[in-house]
């Protein structure tokens, strides 16, 4: 079984540039999740999607951050305009339901100079 | 959300040696899991854990939910179980996993 793929690994920007970042889950999973994770803490969740349906939104920046998952399967996190703060890593995750094992893919390392 | 504390945050351990790391949350979990994130930053479920004990290889886990703790057990550490072991939880109609800070441990040869 194909685990979840994330694209690009790594990304270097400057600020205010944009940027998006891919997910494509595990075969048949639901729920899928947008982390993120800064160097010497836990991931922090960004958003949650159940199906093509968001369950939860509330730790994502709006005024800079969007993101959506067309048709339930794939899904794009963008950053505009992109601040020295966000530098940080990008982790996607998939679960078959809500409140289920999550599996994670190899995250998107970004840097903004 | 709940609130989730992990301990010990550093540990040095050499080869062969036993060790218990230890989740702590604040509130009562419904969803409790358990994982190891390597030094490529690869993240890896280990266990899916809101009570009871489970048992895989070397690794154990147990969940004492009504007294709002969890312990991961390493027995005969190996070098490649170096890295962060993160635990997560989250409980009532909430379903954001809150990760803790995580345990880094270091396996020496």
């Known amino acids: 079984e194909a685990g979840v793929a994330q694209s690009p690994r790594y990304k270097i920007i400057e600020k205010r540039q944009s940027v998006a970042f891919w997910c494509n889950p595990i075969?048949?999973?639901?729920?899928l999740y947008w982390y993120q994770q800064i160097l010497g803490q836990g991931p922090k969740l960004l958003i949650q999607?159940?199906?093509?349906?968001?369950?939860?939104d509330s730790q994502l920046p709006k005024d800079r951050f969007s993101a959506e998952r067309l048709k339930g399967v794939d899904s794009t996190l963008k950053i505009q305009p992109a601040k020295l703060e966000d530098s940080a890593v990008y982790l996607c995750?998939?679960?078959?339901?809500?409140?289920?094992?999550?599996?994670f893919g190899p995250g998107t390392r970004l840097l903004v100079l | 959300g709940i609130q989730v504390e992990q301990s010990p945050p550093d540990l040095i351990l050499q080869e062969g040696a036993n060790s218990t790391l230890r989740c702590n949350f604040s509130d009562s979990v419904n969803n409790l899991q358990w994982f190891h994130q390597n030094p490529w930053g690869q993240l890896i479920n280990l266990f899916y854990?809101?009570?009871g004990t489970k048992q895989n290889g070397r690794l154990s886990a147990t969940t004492v939910a009504t007294e709002r703790y969890s312990l991961l057990y390493i027995s005969s550490s190996q070098t490649t179980d170096s890295g962060v072991y993160f635990c997560a939880g989250s409980g009532g109609s909430n379903y954001k996993l809150t990760f803790g800070k995580g345990t880094l441990l270091t396996v020496n040869p």
């Open positions: 999607f159940q199906n093509n349906g968001v369950v939860d």
């Open positions: 854990i809101p009570s």
């Open positions: 995750a998939s679960s078959p339901g809500n409140q289920e094992t999550q599996y």
């Open positions: 075969s048949g999973h639901a729920t």
